[in-house]
């Protein structure tokens, strides 16, 4: 409580009082720690709070100079001297040593010591290498021990009284001269440096090697436990946490619209029931294993089988431990997160009886979403609010990506580790874990083990392809096992037959390898079929197998789709839903559809007022207005809710067929037979997309994609069985070497081969009992050897965990491995000719400070989804081969704003169909898959 008879002057930031914004930190800090349920004594959990208490208290010492209190009132100002991060640091081991070296617990003092020293340095920047070290002098823009001398003399000369009353009051303590003991801390520590020596003799280069790893972990709450309450009160973020009690119900309830009387989706049902039943028994016994899998095949409803698990888990934890753990949802591809991010959010819909789902219960978080955090009223929080609940995970689902997730643990970047907090005590569900590059798995099971066993958190693994992850050559300790809900062997012999022997993979064509004009032979064999799709390895190759499909008159009838990361996410995302056929869904109107709704009223019927148009449905949910100034149209379901009329102004202009699929209410165009149609793609079609075809063909990539891929046909059980031809295409510039091979690693190739020719022909049914398993075994057994040489071998990565380097860390855990790269924004129409107007005018908004910075940030936020949706990005070998095209395309006198280049579709570097042309200029140049 503030002394009301001194009048503090010191600010930590504009308009908020120093004393109030360490006050804030430290209580939202203990607020969080507190509640957590951790495996550690009671005792230890104490020291760890008080620990964490000292941390906050000293994190903005620094900021009671002269030097930083001129910087933030834009006066001028010695730059160096306002630094405040080592200053404060330091001044955070002096408060640890004087009030809690004394430590009886089986946490060593030097860790402790390590955490309040490291998370206070680089509270306001990324980690970076040599963290402890502290330079005597330092003309380089890191503090020296010179630096803190002359700001703590600013201190003690200027604002002494005022800084002994605030850390008075905020530990409690009565008379405690703070800034004059911490001044002959200083002069200690300047007395133990050696002459020549730029460390601290006494000051401990400490490391993690040879500890429990659970200390990583441990230090990454902290962090992020500063982090976040420190911006939170930066932002003048005022949140509570709602109440929200979702059920296996809930599920159960969104299902009733569901047509059992298919029989697929019965079968699909008793998985259900099957994987709740045996969940129910696990909660019987008290939970005892907190790491659960769910190997459902694909097709099975795994989404809504894997949120139903959660919202049990989450009822079940409540009635036990009286708190709420949050459900994070995660998956490999953003192309996969809007379409079960749609499932579910019509789960709480349907449920909550609302039209509208708020971000305080539900929220995406990956680069493509919205960066407005919007509340289920209908407030809009601020820019500033907005980024620090989304990006901190402040709603009770968040469905997300990979690269957030576990960036969240393996990263230096202080913006990614400030929500780790929110993955204690949380049901962290994992969708596809096969998409991680098999070298990361050793890792990311340590981060498994530990999440759940030491910091009682639920892991759901979901995914028709299982990895495995323990070694033959691993220690017992370091083993991870799993309570399975639901395995594929559990099924009978009967069911496997008839409702999960849905392809056969056709391996005869891989005797030999295929030119283009071979593979075109081959898919002329498929021309019977009203759908297949193509899947290669590498941009070139498709674009190569275009051409030659598009000019063969035996697919003349055939609509041919084609996908790639060639062209911009909009394009792709409505070519995908255009594999599906509908024009959109009832029942995502308003929401996700709403903008495909636009689209087609804009593009196809031509009624170009619908731009930013409004879009509401009726309380009965049978009619969608669309109305914009004074113009309005009218799309009315009719009582059997088979068909849709369109009128506008009381005329009717276009009638639509309507049906209901999987719950959901779908609309099409009247026709009598829907146009074939090939598609034609690279793997970004493999895991998740909710299409299915008759037939596919694969080239050659390691034996959990192929799975992946073969998921996309037949995927309902629509037909007797399906073919998934594959086969091994080869370079026609480089006969002796496979597109495979460049994309995939040679080793896994290599034993998916082995496998494939086994067998002419491979049941579904045979893949997770007998091939999956020894495939991934393999992996996990002979790790070791395959890495190429320029990627980190996962022993590597375990050191860097046990000597804390998070700098290092950040390069080697690489779940997409780097290239140089160039960003290329695709101008289609006018509404994206406006965006990068707005975007080169953002860009030219004068930034002089922090403030200025700030506005430019957030005018680009209420744009970036639409941006980002229209940028390519092009991998490139090396810094001197992007220079080559940087050249290239500055001669072809490409618009610029920054990094970033910007091509029309009428441009000779674009093509319509395929998308860049960039590759052509010289083929040496871009790799792209």
């Known amino acids: 409580m503030k002394n009301e008879s001194f009048s503090f002057k010191l600010e930590s930031h504009t308009e908020k009082h120093l004393i109030d914004h360490i006050s804030e930190t430290i209580n939202h800090a203990d607020d969080l720690f507190k509640n957590f349920d951790l495996d550690v004594s009671q005792d230890e959990k104490q020291i760890l709070r008080q620990t964490l208490k000292l941390i906050c208290a000293a994190h903005d010492f620094g900021k009671a100079s002269t030097h930083f209190q001129d910087k933030l009132h834009e006066k001028e100002h010695n730059k160096k001297l306002s630094r405040h991060g080592l200053i404060s640091a330091l001044f955070g081991l002096f408060l640890f040593d004087r009030i809690q070296s004394e430590n009886s617990t089986d946490i060593p003092t030097e860790i402790l010591r390590f955490f309040v020293f490291k998370s206070i340095k680089r509270h306001h920047g990324n980690f970076e290498l040599d963290e402890l070290s502290i330079p005597r002098e330092a003309d380089t823009g890191e503090s020296s021990l010179e630096d803190i001398e002359r700001i703590y003399d600013n201190i003690e000369e200027n604002h002494q009284e005022e800084v002994d009353l605030i850390y008075n009051q905020l530990l409690n303590t009565l008379g405690v001269q703070y800034v004059e003991e911490f001044g002959i801390y200083i002069s200690n520590l300047k007395n133990k440096i050696r002459e020549g020596e730029n460390e601290l003799r006494f000051f401990p280069k400490f490391q993690l090697k040879g ?111 009286s708190r709420d753990y949050r459900i994070i949802y995660a998956l490999p591809f953003i192309s996969i997160i809007e379409q079960n991010y749609n499932i579910i959010e019509q789960v709480l819909k349907k449920n909550l009886n609302k039209d509208k789902i708020g971000n305080e219960i539900l929220i995406a978080h990956h680069h493509l979403a919205d960066e407005v955090f919007k509340t289920s009223g209908t407030e809009e929080k601020s820019y500033s609010e907005s980024s620090f609940l989304i990006e901190s995970w402040y709603s009770e689902i968040v469905v997300t990506t990979f690269y957030q997730l576990f960036k969240s643990v393996f990263t230096n970047q202080n913006h990614l580790l400030k929500k780790y907090n929110k993955l204690i005590n949380s049901i962290i569900i994992i969708d596809e874990i096969q998409a991680v590059p098999p070298h990361l798995l050793i890792i990311i099971k340590q981060f498994l083990k530990i999440m759940t066993e030491r910091f009682n958190s639920i892991i759901i693994l979901g995914t028709a392809t299982e990895p495995e992850f323990n070694g033959k050559y691993e220690e017992e300790n370091e083993k991870l096992y799993s309570k399975k809900l639901f395995d594929f062997k559990s099924l009978n012999d009967e069911t496997k037959d008839r409702y999960f022997n849905r392809y056969r993979i056709n391996t005869t064509l891989l005797k030999e390898k295929l030119n283009n004009e071979k593979l075109i032979e081959e898919l002329e064999k498929s021309a019977e079929l009203n759908n297949f ?38 394009v792709r995302l409505k070519r995908i839903k255009r594999i599906n056929g509908y024009l959109f869904i009832w029942d995502d109107i308003p929401g996700s559809d709403s903008e495909r709704l636009i689209d087609y009223l804009m593009n196809d019927l031509k009624i170009s007022w619908t731009k930013n148009a409004e879009i509401k449905k009726n309380d009965t949910c049978n009619t969608i207005t669309v109305t914009k100034d004074e113009n309005s149209l009218e799309i009315k379901l009719n009582d059997k809710e088979d068909e849709v009329i369109l009128k506008i102004s009381s005329r009717e202009i276009h009638k639509y067929l309507s049906k209901k699929e999987n719950g959901k209410i779908s609309i099409y165009e009247y026709s009598e037979k829907r146009k074939k149609f090939i598609v034609l793609t690279t793997q970004l079609i493999e895991a998740g997309v909710d299409i299915s075809v008759q037939r596919i063909f694969r080239d050659l990539a390691p034996l959990d994609s192929i799975v992946q891929t073969a998921g996309r046909t037949n995927r309902s059980n629509e037909m007797d069985t399906s073919d998934v031809f594959i086969f091994e295409l080869a370079d026609k510039e480089n006969k002796t070497k496979s597109f495979s091979s460049y994309v995939y690693d040679k080793i896994l190739l290599n034993k998916t081969r082995e496998l494939l020719k086994e067998k002419d022909i491979i049941l579904e049914k045979e893949m997770p009992e007998n091939y999956l398993p020894r495939y991934f075994k393999f992996i996990i057994n002979n790790i070791a050897q395959g890495y190429p040489k320029n990627k980190y071998d996962p022993k590597d990565i375990k050191k860097l965990i046990e000597k804390q380097n998070h700098y290092d860390l950040e390069k080697c855990f690489k779940l997409i491995e780097n290239t140089d790269s160039i960003s290329i924004f695709v101008v289609i129409d006018q509404n994206d000719s406006e965006i990068w107007n707005k975007y080169k005018e953002i860009k030219q908004m004068k930034v002089r400070t922090i403030e200025d910075f700030q506005k430019q940030k957030e005018a680009f936020s209420k744009i970036k989804r639409k941006f980002n949706k229209q940028i390519v990005t092009l991998n490139i070998y090396s ?51």
């Open 879 to 929: 810094e001197n081969k992007k220079n080559e095209l940087k050249t290239k395309l500055d001669f072809k006198k490409q618009e610029k704003v920054g990094e970033i280049y910007a091509i029309t579709k009428e441009s000779d570097l674009y093509n319509e169909i395929t998308g860049l042309k960039l590759e052509e200029l010289d083929k040496n140049i871009v790799w792209m898959i």
């Open 533 to 570: 799709i193509i899947v290669l390895n590498t941009i070139r190759s498709t674009k190569e197998i275009y051409c030659l499909i598009s000019e063969n008159p035996k697919f003349k009838e055939y609509e041919l789709i084609y996908l790639s990361t060639n062209i911009p996410p909009s």
């Open 211 to 321: 500890c429990d790893p659970f200390y990583f972990y441990l230090f990454n709450l902290f962090y992020s436990i500063l982090i976040e309450s420190d911006k939170k009160s930066a932002s003048k973020t005022e949140v509570e946490r709602i109440s929200f009690s979702p059920s296996e119900d809930f599920i159960s309830k969104f299902k009733e619209k569901f047509d059992f009387n298919i029989e697929f989706n019965k079968e699909r049902e008793k998985i259900y029931k099957r994987v709740m039943e045996n969940l129910d028994g696990e909660i019987g016994k008290g939970l005892q294993n907190r790491f659960l899998t769910i190997g459902a095949p694909t097709g099975s409803g795994k989404t809504l089988i894997m949120f139903g698990a959660a919202f049990k888990l989450r009822e079940y934890m409540k009635k036990q431990h």
